[in-house]
């Protein structure tokens, strides 16, 4: 980059011995300049915070929909679905440092070192999306099939949000622009979540789908019908899932060509000096010994697994705890809805209290809304209620987290100012620790419902899954939200300590800056002379 010819003139009349200049060629002191800032344009904050939308989509319609797909649209035992679930967000967890190790390794090319990732996963991701939501005609082998292509999308989505979640550190070199591009993000995702709950929801609610008044479904409950009727009504529930698949899988496209013609990846001034790369294990094991990053992850660790035990679980509970069958999914779009009005609500109250005061007002406030809907009777007015007050401390949940992680890192950089690239392994190993904990809620809470004595398809279930449903969807996450929150009081990166960082890095990246400048420099004067 050019440093201004003013600059250069100056560095090298400063090195040329005072004999050699003339008189009028004497160098005069040059005075200087503060360096501008350069701040993202509103153009490619939105291309950037549009990368989100595709894991967002496809997470939340798997999180929401893929237990009661597995067990009344495809029909497989809950045994065999709690291993599926279990088994694929455990196998996603592990992916993600993997990833994060090849990331690591990656060298840099034109398109940058975290794009061509993005690039090459795209067109395979969907491909096995879309094969989740089909259902294939050999009963034997379906548990096999959907925990392949299950498996499959969750390594390929990795190798897509991986990088896009490291491309925080590389778009900017200012905090306050990552914690804006980060909002814009956040607000996206969110988008991405009503988008997913909105497609998946209204398509396949639309569909008859068919239930059974007894275990041994001698009786089709739908008006009377028949079993025919009742095999039709599945079929047609079958295809409005794999036509929900194919809308989401054409966003997914969509949202990652936005994201690779609009963002270009920025390099540190003070990265591209460093003569070797830091070893994976080496860099894996500098960051996990980072205090603040392991006190972070473990705050969050437990309020994500509590929301997560929501999502997973709110469906089934919404059907057949509440009786609302028919209005589940607008219920769900009802929180989605809330929690994207309240995401800029969310980014002012932390710059103007601080991150940490808005983790405990955010994330405890679902604790009242939690304790009701354990407390009351099935009230479809007061569970719309619930559901919009909800999406606030949702909301909280979803931008809070990559907020303060930026923060981690630059902490880690001003007490490891030699250890570069290690943004991948930050990042790569909190999303393992928030795969891993959803893997585990959502497989102990299929495996508890069918302890339970769960039935397929059923109208009704039997009360000790209601009771079930209701422990998972309200006390569970109560208790998992006030240990997070206990966590939080270890973690030290207040809003002092965060101004503290952010003028120590500007001082080491002008330091490097002027640095490269001077060595440029005496290059340009010894040929010259």
């Given at each position: 980059m050019a440093k201004g010819e003013g600059a250069e003139s100056g560095s090298a009349a400063g090195l040329l011995p005072t004999s050699i200049l003339q008189v009028g060629e004497r160098p005069a002191q040059v005075k200087k300049e503060p360096k501008k800032k350069k701040q993202l344009s509103i153009c490619n904050k939105l291309c950037y915070a549009v990368g989100g939308a595709p894991y967002q989509v496809t997470g939340c319609a798997l999180g929401f929909f893929l237990q009661i797909y597995l067990l009344d649209v495809a029909q497989v035992d809950p045994f065999s679905a709690s291993i599926i679930l279990f088994v694929g967000r455990a196998w996603d967890a592990f992916t993600d440092p993997l990833v994060g190790f090849c990331i690591s390794k990656s060298s840099w090319t034109r398109l940058g070192r975290l794009m061509p990732w993005i690039i090459f996963s795209t067109p395979l991701a969907i491909i096995a999306y879309f094969l989740i939501w089909f259902v294939p005609d050999f009963p034997q082998g379906q548990a096999l099939w959907y925990l392949l292509f299950y498996c499959l999308f969750q390594t390929l989505v990795t190798c897509f949000h991986v990088p896009y979640s490291a491309l925080t550190m590389f778009i900017s070199t200012e905090q306050s622009e990552r914690d804006s591009a980060t909002a814009y993000r956040m607000t996206v995702e969110v988008l991405g979540t009503v988008l997913g709950t909105a497609i998946q929801g209204q398509i396949v609610g639309q569909a008859d789908m068919p239930c059974l008044e007894d275990p041994d479904g001698s009786a089709v409950a739908s008006e009377g019908a028949n079993h025919t009727h009742s095999t039709t009504s599945l079929r047609e529930t079958q295809n409005a899932y794999l036509l929900a698949a194919g809308v989401i899988a054409s966003i997914y496209v969509i949202c990652a060509v936005i994201l690779v013609l609009g963002v270009r990846e920025q390099r540190e001034p003070y990265e591209s000096q460093q003569a070797e790369p830091m070893s994976f294990f080496?860099?894996?094991?500098?960051?996990?010994?980072?205090?603040?990053?392991?006190?972070?992850?473990?705050?969050?660790?437990?309020?994500?697994?509590?929301?997560?035990?929501?999502?997973?679980?709110?469906?089934?509970?919404?059907?057949?705890?509440?009786?609302?069958?028919?209005?589940?999914?607008?219920?769900?779009?009802?929180?989605?809805?809330?929690?994207?009005?309240?995401?800029?609500?969310?980014?002012?109250?932390?710059?103007?209290?601080?991150?940490?005061?808005?983790?405990?007002?955010?994330?405890?406030?679902?604790?009242?809304?939690?304790?009701?809907?354990?407390?009351?009777?099935?009230?479809?007015?007061?569970?719309?209620?619930?559901?919009?007050?909800?999406?606030?401390?949702?909301?909280?949940?979803?931008?809070?987290?990559?907020?303060?992680?930026?923060?981690?890192?630059?902490?880690?950089?001003?007490?490891?100012?030699?250890?570069?690239?290690?943004?991948?392994?930050?990042?790569?190993?909190?999303?393992?620790?928030?795969?891993?904990?959803?893997?585990?809620?959502?497989?102990?809470?299929?495996?508890?419902?069918?302890?339970?004595?769960?039935?397929?398809?059923?109208?009704?279930?039997?009360?000790?899954?209601?009771?079930?449903?209701?422990?998972?969807?309200?006390?569970?996450?109560?208790?998992?939200?006030?240990?997070?929150?206990?966590?939080?009081?270890?973690?030290?990166i207040d809003e002092e300590k965060r101004r503290q960082n952010k003028k120590a890095l500007q001082a080491l990246r002008e330091e490097a800056s002027s640095s490269g400048c001077s060595d440029t420099d005496s290059t340009e004067l010894a040929s010259i002379l």
């Open positions: 080496r860099g894996l094991r500098l960051v996990m010994s980072h205090g603040p990053y392991v006190r972070l992850i473990a705050g969050f660790l437990f309020t994500s697994l509590a929301f997560m035990l929501v999502e997973g679980n709110f469906a089934l509970f919404c059907t057949y705890t509440l009786g609302f069958r028919n209005e589940f999914q607008n219920l769900l779009l009802a929180i989605m809805l809330s929690a994207t009005f309240t995401i800029p609500l969310w980014q002012w109250f932390l710059t103007r209290f601080g991150k940490k005061t808005a983790v405990y007002v955010g994330i405890s406030s679902a604790v009242p809304f939690l304790i009701l809907v354990a407390l009351m009777e099935s009230n479809l007015i007061v569970t719309y209620v619930v559901a919009v007050a909800a999406g606030i401390s949702v909301a909280a949940a979803f931008l809070l987290p990559w907020s303060m992680l930026p923060d981690v890192i630059d902490d880690f950089h001003l007490k490891q100012p030699h250890s570069h690239g290690t943004e991948p392994i930050f990042f790569s190993f909190y999303v393992f620790f928030t795969k891993f904990a959803s893997g585990v809620s959502l497989g102990v809470s299929t495996l508890s419902l069918d302890f339970a004595g769960y039935r397929t398809r059923g109208c009704s279930q039997p009360a000790p899954v209601r009771f079930t449903l209701k422990m998972l969807v309200t006390m569970a996450p109560i208790a998992l939200i006030l240990l997070g929150l206990l966590l939080f009081k270890l973690y030290p």
